[in-house]
């Protein structure tokens, strides 16, 4: 927490203004931790803070209660000037039992708040976190802010006459929690009696007793002493017009359906649920009313298929899948390759192989969706790299596939997805347009040909089944050029082959200039995709303010890569790319451009931390200068 000044206004003790602060919600996966976090996020978001989140849900379903694997947190970094990133350590961690308290404590700032719930400190509490003695009592906390508040016992007290039972009143112990936490950092209490009243609408002792919790919680930090400071945070300077807290899953349906929309196509989903992509089914079901059709197939490869029957039949198609379901729907995506039908795919990564890690995140599929499926079968890649930016991804998306006629992947992950930010409303009149245009019915006499391209992007005709006149095959086997007929001539599949190449590497001239934060020359470039964006922004950020010739810029386009990256790179004595993987990217633009980029690979399931890729960017720094010394 960064200090700017002391007040007494607003809270009858005294008030101090901060630039930022950083705090972690961390418990079992029954305490509410992601509930806790996102009402201080809402909250945090209609105060004007500039906001973002980082939700970390334990890998397994049910794991034991107490236990190490069932730890959930939720970090929210809120600020009052531009973030990147929801930080590298908390300022403040809620510790709702002892295994949260083991899990997260490392990771908990030198003099860091810690608010601890003492009622789970039993000898088998402490046994199933792994604790051999009380880190209450053997100086395990010596260095920190240290708050001890029996949270089940002062909500049972608050509840005395609520009608709830004894379980279900022990429940509410983290919206006491949220209590105390307003009260800390001045924040208001209506948002969340707002958003609560209508989560439990139905069950009004359920409202009444989350919101007496709440109160009482913020009455007890405003009356005990251990409470000495409040704290408050300004809002941040933000761009005029309408904001909402927004999550990457979020954004990237809402893209889609404006794309959809503005290009005047009905959108198709065929989707199996997988984490952490579910979502998107989830809330594209929502939007029946927009036209919207979304269908859960009984697995990955019913799913995908489905999708390309609707784009074969004038739709947009899409299906939505994680990197396990990638795999299963490869060979479909080759049909669609082949049959040049505009398919968008939805990867939201998440670490593997195999099952892996369901909740952790990861950027390990950029190999696969290049490169994974049988013969030569190229497709468009692009990569949202923030919840917000998820929205233009998907916007993208349609106009690229339904222009090129081709299918696009869209790599997203878990940390986006399930991140948040502010996101700034566009004007729906200000979106770039999206024409599509079918083939027309076919005149007497006049035979159709499937496969006649457009001169500038090579897309063949989309040709809506009933059309008259229109009558064409469609499969997976090889097509005569034009004619669109069964064809095993060599001469012709090499022609196809390299055809359908140049169709998606074509998008390339469409592409804008690569854009870059800081100077295109200088000593060192960061190059990223994805996720790690924040953490690198914020990094290069830093070193340039030290002084240092750094760079960094960031691709969206995956499959083609811009025209201009190569004289970009060649502008800067160091290449850095900082991945979420062993190094993917990174060994392909080694092969495409001979270029030495430099890999800082990172896999163990969590996002970069802006700190890391720092001190990374320094070793390199300071072997460049030894070797011009030497």
């Known amino acids: 927490m960064h200090t700017s000044n002391t007040s007494t206004t607003g809270h009858e003790k005294g008030l101090q203004d901060l630039d930022q602060v950083v705090i972690r919600f961390a418990g079992d996966s029954g305490d509410g931790m992601q509930l806790t976090g996102d009402q201080f996020t809402r909250t945090t978001a209609l105060m004007g803070n500039d906001i973002a989140t980082f939700p970390d849900f334990p890998a397994e379903i049910r794991a034991p209660a107490g236990t190490l694997p069932g730890v959930s947190a939720f970090q929210l970094r809120f600020s009052s000037f531009d973030i990147h990133t929801p930080g590298d350590a908390p300022d403040v961690l809620v510790a709702m039992n002892p295994a949260a308290l083991k899990v997260h404590l490392k990771e908990l700032k030198k003099d860091g708040i810690l608010l601890l719930n003492t009622a789970s400190f039993s000898a088998l509490d402490l046994k199933k976190a792994k604790y051999d003695k009380d880190p209450r009592t053997d100086g395990t906390l010596l260095g920190y802010r240290l708050i001890e508040v029996d949270l089940e016992a002062r909500t049972q007290e608050a509840l005395v006459n609520s009608a709830l039972d004894n379980r279900d009143r022990e429940r509410c112990k983290n919206m006491y929690a949220l209590g105390i936490l307003y009260w800390m950092f001045h924040r208001e209490m209506a948002p969340t009696e707002k958003s609560i009243a209508q989560k439990f609408g139905k069950k009004p002792d359920l409202v009444d007793a989350n919101l007496t919790a709440m109160k009482a919680g913020y009455a007890y930090a405003e009356t005990v002493e251990i409470f000495q400071t409040a704290y408050r945070v300004l809002p941040a300077p933000m761009k005029p017009g309408t904001y909402r807290n927004i999550m990457g899953n979020q954004s990237l349906c809402l893209g889609l359906v404006a794309a959809a929309q503005k290009s005047g196509l009905q959108l198709f989903l065929g989707s199996y649920p997988i984490t952490p992509a579910s979502d998107i089914l989830h809330q594209l079901s929502t939007y029946k009313h927009l036209g919207v059709i979304t269908f859960q197939a009984e697995d990955e490869i019913a799913a995908v298929a489905a999708a390309i029957g609707a784009s074969y039949s004038g739709c947009l198609g899409l299906t939505s899948t994680s990197g396990p379901g990638i795999c299963l729907k490869s060979e479909a995506i080759g049909l669609a390759v082949m049959a040049e039908l505009p398919l968008i795919v939805l990867n939201v990564q998440r670490a593997g192989p195999s099952t892996g890690m369901p909740t952790k995140t990861q950027q390990a599929d950029l190999l696969q969706v290049m490169y994974g499926r049988n013969g030569e079968s190229p497709v468009c890649v692009i990569s949202a790299s923030t919840p917000a930016d998820a929205f233009e991804v998907g916007y993208e998306a349609v106009r690229i596939a339904t222009k090129y006629m081709v299918p696009v992947v869209v790599l997203s992950d878990g940390f986006i997805a399930n991140g948040s930010e502010p996101w700034l409303l566009p004007d729906p009149e200000t979106l770039p347009p999206i024409t599509v245009s079918f083939a027309p019915a076919g005149k007497p006499g006049e035979k159709f040909m499937p496969y006649a391209r457009n001169p500038e992007t090579l897309a063949r005709p989309w040709a809506r089944p009933g059309t008259k006149g229109l009558v064409h095959r469609i499969g997976g086997l ?37 854009a870059t934060i800081g100077d295109r020359t200088g000593d060192l470039l960061v190059l990223g995709w994805g996720s790690p964006r924040g953490a690198i922004t914020a990094a290069t950020q830093r070193l340039t303010q030290q002084g240092h010739k750094v760079s960094c810029a960031f691709l969206r386009h995956l499959n083609p890569l811009p025209n201009d990256l190569l004289a970009l790179m060649r502008g800067f004595k160091k290449v850095v790319l900082p991945e979420l993987n062993s190094g993917q990217l990174a060994m392909m633009l080694r092969a495409k451009y001979l270029i030495d980029v ?9 996002p970069f931390k802006t700190d890391d890729i720092e001190a990374f960017l320094k070793t390199v720094l300071a072997g460049m200068k030894k070797e011009v010394r030497q």
């Open 478 to 514: 090889e097509k005569q050029d034009v004619t669109g007929n069964i064809c095993y001539d060599a001469d012709n599949h090499q022609h196809m082959i390299e055809t359908r190449a140049k169709k998606v590497a074509n998008i390339a001239n469409d592409l804008p200039p690569t």
């Open 598 to 606: 430099q890999s800082f690979s990172q896999v163990n399931g969590q």
